[in-house]
């Protein structure tokens, strides 16, 4: 099967930094779309940023023009850069990816396991 798993998160101040990373690895035959999704406690789960095998870039309103998100392909990794993070941005960050196992396959959608990103005011 396929693991992600992220990396990255923590606690920072509001106004500070933070790059996520994201490592996929086990029977990846094609990746379609990279992607981040948070979870604030006691709200659904929202897609923040996604990224096409293409390269278009998809971000939440919320989001645009403080996170940019980016992939090595050729690694299979990707990432969430996340700047100027204010208090409403906390929440637990997962990756997610949709991938083809093999050339005969669609694509199943991954999860990571999720990385705690807090920021504080």
């Known amino acids: 099967q396929v693991q992600l798993v992220e990396s990255g998160g923590g606690l920072v101040q509001a106004g500070g930094s933070l790059r996520l990373s994201c490592a996929a690895s086990?029977?990846?035959?094609?990746?379609?779309?990279m992607g981040w999704y948070r979870q604030a406690p006691g709200k659904q789960r929202e897609l923040v940023a996604a990224?096409?095998?293409?390269?278009?870039?998809n971000y939440a309103d919320s989001v645009k023009g403080r996170f940019t998100i980016s992939a090595d392909a050729a690694n299979n990794m990707w990432y969430l850069q996340m700047n100027g993070l204010k208090p409403e941005d906390t929440a637990v960050y997962y990756c997610?990816?949709?991938?083809?196992?093999?050339?005969?396959?669609?694509?199943?959608?991954?999860w990571g396991q999720g990385t705690q990103v807090t920021v504080s005011s």
């Open positions: 997610n990816a949709d991938v083809r196992t093999s050339a005969w396959n669609g694509a199943f959608r991954f």
């Open positions: 990224i096409a095998g293409g390269g278009s870039t």
């Open positions: 086990g029977s990846i035959f094609l990746i379609n779309a």
